[in-house]
């Protein structure tokens, strides 16, 4: 039977160790990272006409996953409800970009709703739309091909962007910085404890006993 020197076991070991730890701060480093990277505080930007707040939601996989960002920011996807609010979103947001909009005909089809509840009061479709092409286009977004006009689209579009519509006032600069401190908080870890500094009356005569060896390192 060979033999492996105790050594070179204990260098193993520490090595296995010292590899386990790199592992596990490494990982712990990007579940910070990712944290830190979670979507910045939306920019709210009032529509004078109706007072409502609008912001663009980012990175959102499907009209689904856009509608649930805009609830969870206290609104829905926009409702457009007349060619003024339309004008202003294209002003706004400009006309060019494909958003979802809080329309839809999933629940029965051709029958479009605003996910908002509110009557349908105006639709700005882009000729020969809605199409349901492959009869799986239920979800509504906006800018297609003309500024502002609406096409139908499967959920799962690449689309990845929305506009929130509140119709209250969004969160105040105070209530974000304060959420922002807040969450900042809980990523920061907490410091080593410092080391307690001895007053000068004590610290003096543990430096004398550490000269007499009292102290370790003496
Ligand atoms: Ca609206």
Redesign the pocket.
Known sequence: MSTISRDRWRRILAGSLALGLIVALTFSHAAITRAQDTPATLTWIT?PA?N?AYAVLTGCASWHACEAGAVAEGGHL?????AD?QAWLVDTFDGTTLYWIGFTDEAQATVWV?T?G?AVTYTNWYPGEPSNSAGTEHYALMNWTVPGQWNDGHALAAINLGIV?R?SAPPTSTAEASETLTRTATLTTTPPTATPVLPLRLYLPALWRQDLGYLPGG
Do not use: I, L, Q
């Open positions: 529509n109706n409502h926009v409702a457009v409800n007349n609010e605003w908002t509110e519509e119709t």
